[in-house]
């Protein structure tokens, strides 16, 4: 189960490299995830949930300009696969499980990336614009990181 949520949030890695470690950091200090004790222990604190909510928010706004490059170019891809299995790292930190669900984070997170590229452009087709497919994205995103962190609890 725990490899499961590990690959689920790295999916959600993949679709906003952000939203994944943000919505880990306020599990940690909602006290969702037990990481106290444990070396993600510095998530539950109020810096690295302002730090992650920050980026995420950035990240957010950045997407929605035309200038903003595909995640699939090899540093988009790259920081996707890091956040996916950094995130999944912090939940399997919480049974002393870390390199598996470091792992399974970072295959989410390429699943992710190829599956919310391919599904953002066929909304944006079936919408005639970005915007709308992105706000889409962004909401299942951010709805589906504090879900599967709220399941690690």
Request: hydrophobic share 60%.
């Amino acid at each position: 189960m725990l490899y499961l949520l590990a690959l689920l949030i790295g999916i959600i890695a993949g679709l906003r490299a952000m939203t994944a470690p943000a919505a880990v950091a306020w599990g940690a200090y909602l006290g969702w995830l037990p990481v106290a004790g444990t070396w993600a222990s510095f998530m539950g604190h109020w810096a690295a949930v302002g730090i992650f909510t920050i980026l995420a928010i950035v990240e957010l706004i950045t997407d929605q300009l035309p200038s903003t490059p595909s995640r699939k170019v090899p540093q988009q891809f790259g920081a996707r696969i890091l956040m996916g299995a950094f995130s999944g790292a912090v939940i399997g930190a919480t049974a002393g499980s870390t390199i598996g669900s470091l792992i399974a984070g970072a295959i989410g997170a390429v699943i992710g990336t190829y599956g919310g590229a391919e599904a953002r452009g066929r909304l944006a087709a079936a919408f005639g614009k970005d915007l709308p497919a992105a706000l889409i994205e962004d909401a299942v995103a951010i709805i589906g990181g504090l879900l599967i962190v709220a399941a690690v609890a």
